[in-house]
């Protein structure tokens, strides 16, 4: 029918164009083709004019569509059903699109030009097979690419979110748009665009993944940058403009003064001091701030908030004066102290020296805590300077103003070990009176090298306070001074001479140590510790030792084995020697005799000489 109706029309115009020409009468196009014999024309018998021919190829030619495969045509719509479109390309037949297709535009009626593409001129049962979504996709890359290369700007349709932005239908094609490139300004609210149409400019496409990213924010930056030039040509320091919060950051808040980005830092913020920025402002709020300064391109500029407002200690009262007491919170803490804030904006330091009337210091964090509510005295006042200092010992009586009633030389206390240092301990008898305990002090007998092999911070030791010094708030303390001295009983016990038996606890370089009892360590010099078969004493062997040397100021004793048997020794060389001496006087002859032998010998030689 489709083929039948082309031939129709082509007749048609041919009979008009001939009639026109030679002035012929009209024939019937629908008779002539019930008349015309196509067996006898295709077999040559039946022969028609060239000329007729010629016209009717070239009606063929400007009214049909060469159906080739792949080509994008435009066509009618021409029936609709249920599920179906009748398209009308001026082909030989009609083809069918699922409506599946169309889903984009539901307003589709009878009569629309839609673009097809022709997939296959014809399948199995004759039919042409068309595509709209193809023909539509390439239409649209073409346009696309026609978009990208001539900067034009595009419209699209936000169609939902994804992982770092938005996507948008661009003429059928889904286009990226990251987040970063929808406004000039962070956005908060993806979805707020889900359903827009809006306008886009195509920033880049990659032909080999078929992926087009595009871009709203470059539309409007032309703008703003005109708009940059002129606000920042009209900058100067202590101007007074009106911002929009853009951005807030741990260190301070980003204000845009319509095109320029300007900071205001968290300590321009407020005069008191705050821990986040947004304890003050929060997003998209309009705030006046003055321009404090800015580089030499004024591309960075420093704003101020609290510049346009009276400083809290102008608005000071003047009757604040030193003495007085005043009350606030504690805003910061450091090592060193902690800032009270008396008044908004108004802060004074309390140093650690000036929270408790102890002279040994600790941390601020030991005596308050960041939001404590406190009681103070001014100690210092400079309006000047806007300098204020606190004190909060100054509350209670002074300690040390009776202290020699309190803790006289020679009385006996209890204390808290508070800390210890490398010479000595110290001890808190009360807040605000601390003595020291010097190493030596700590013991009568035990050798200390530091105070924590002694005691623990936190121990309660018994102490006699052995000197005072008012002036300088020095107490010095004793513990071992609380117990007897057993060096005393010990000088007898343990005199030069007297044999003690014991075992060696432990060898060391140049000899070896003992215990006497709990107090009694004596030292054993490696000369000393020789036995009397010629061998070293070992460590655990018991023996017998003499003490060759007690020094009870120094607290040292000095013990030897050796010299038990050595001793014996001398005393049975001794002996011998006496009973050699006695035996050879004995054996000494007398003057008598050796007359006797002189005669003899004189009697002799005379009666040699006879001879």
């Not at 082509?10 to 030679?22: G, N, P, S």
């Not at 042409?128 to 595009?154: C, F, G, P, Q």
């Not at 009694?520 to 004493?537: C, N, S, W, Y």
Request: net charge negative; with cysteine; proline share 2%.
């Amino acid at each position: 029918m489709a083929e039948e109706k082309a031939i129709t029309e082509v007749v048609e115009t041919t009979e008009v164009k001939e009639e026109q020409k030679a002035e012929t009468p009209k024939q019937d196009p629908q008779e002539f083709l019930e008349n015309f014999n196509w067996e006898k024309y295709e077999e040559g018998i039946e022969r028609v004019e060239d000329s007729k021919l010629e016209e009717f190829e070239k009606l063929v030619t400007e009214n049909f569509v060469d159906t080739a495969d792949e080509e994008v045509v435009q066509g009618t719509v021409t029936h609709l059903t249920d599920r179906e479109a009748i398209i009308d390309i001026n082909a030989k037949s009609e083809g069918v699109i699922s409506l599946n297709e169309f889903r984009y535009n539901p307003d589709l009626k009878i009569g629309d030009k839609v673009e097809v593409l022709i997939d296959v001129r014809e399948d199995k049962s004759g039919q042409l097979v068309l595509s709209h979504r193809k023909a539509r996709t390439i239409m649209a890359w073409d346009r696309v690419n026609a978009a990208h290369d001539k900067e034009e700007v595009v419209t699209g349709f936000v169609k939902c979110r994804t992982k770092g932005g938005m996507i948008v239908d661009v003429f059928g094609i889904e286009a990226f748009l990251p987040g970063s490139q929808i406004d000039v300004k962070p956005i908060r609210d993806y979805d707020q665009y889900v359903g827009k149409t809006m306008e886009f400019k195509v920033v880049k496409i990659n032909h080999e993944f078929k992926n087009v990213v595009v871009s709203h924010k470059a539309l409007i930056e032309a703008d703003i940058e005109e708009q940059k030039k002129e606000i920042i040509s009209q900058l100067e320091k202590g101007q007074v403009l009106e911002g929009i919060v853009k951005n807030i950051t741990s260190y301070g808040v980003f204000i845009d003064l319509g095109g320029v980005d300007g900071l205001v830092h968290i300590t321009d913020l407020s005069w008191s001091r705050i821990n986040h920025p947004n304890e003050i402002v929060e997003l998209d709020q309009k705030l006046n701030v003055v321009i404090l300064d800015f580089d030499d391109n004024k591309s960075r500029i420093q704003l101020g908030l609290k510049q346009l407002e009276k400083h809290p200690w102008d608005a000071l009262g003047d009757e604040i004066k030193i003495g007085d007491k005043v009350k606030g919170k504690v805003v910061v803490i450091a090592d060193y102290g902690a800032f009270l804030e008396v008044a908004e904006g108004v802060e004074g330091l309390i140093h650690v020296s000036e929270m408790s009337w102890s002279t040994h210091l600790r941390s601020a964090q030991d005596f308050v805590k960041v939001g404590d509510e406190l009681e103070a005295v001014v100690l210092t006042l400079d309006r000047e300077d806007r300098k204020m200092s606190l004190g909060i010992k100054q509350l209670t009586p002074d300690p040390w103003t009776d202290i020699t009633t309190k803790y006289p030389v020679g009385s006996r206390h209890k204390g808290i070990v508070r800390n210890f240092t490398n010479f000595g301990v110290f001890v808190e008898l009360e807040e605000g009176i601390d003595g020291l305990i010097y190493i030596s002090d700590l013991s009568w007998t035990k050798k200390i090298k530091h105070p924590s092999e002694f005691v623990t911070v936190g121990d309660t030791l018994e102490v006699e306070v052995l000197e005072l010094d008012v002036e300088g708030r020095k107490l010095s303390l004793g513990h071992k001074q609380t117990t007897e001295n057993p060096w005393d009983k010990y000088e007898k016990e343990f005199a030069l001479g007297t044999v003690h038996k014991s075992s060696i606890s432990e060898i060391v370089d140049k000899g070896a140590v003992i215990d006497f009892n709990e107090d009694i360590t004596a030292f054993v010099p490696q000369r000393h510790m020789e036995k009397e078969d010629g061998k070293k004493l070992t460590k655990g062997e018991d023996a017998e030792f003499k003490i060759i040397e007690f020094n009870k100021e120094f607290k040292r004793v000095v013990a030897s084995h050796t010299a038990i048997f050595r001793e014996e020794e001398q005393r049975n060389v001794k002996v011998a020697k006496k009973k050699a001496a006695a035996s050879a006087e004995e054996a000494k002859p007398t003057l008598g005799d050796a007359n006797v032998q002189l005669q003899a010998l004189k009697d002799k030689m005379e009666a040699d000489k006879k001879k």
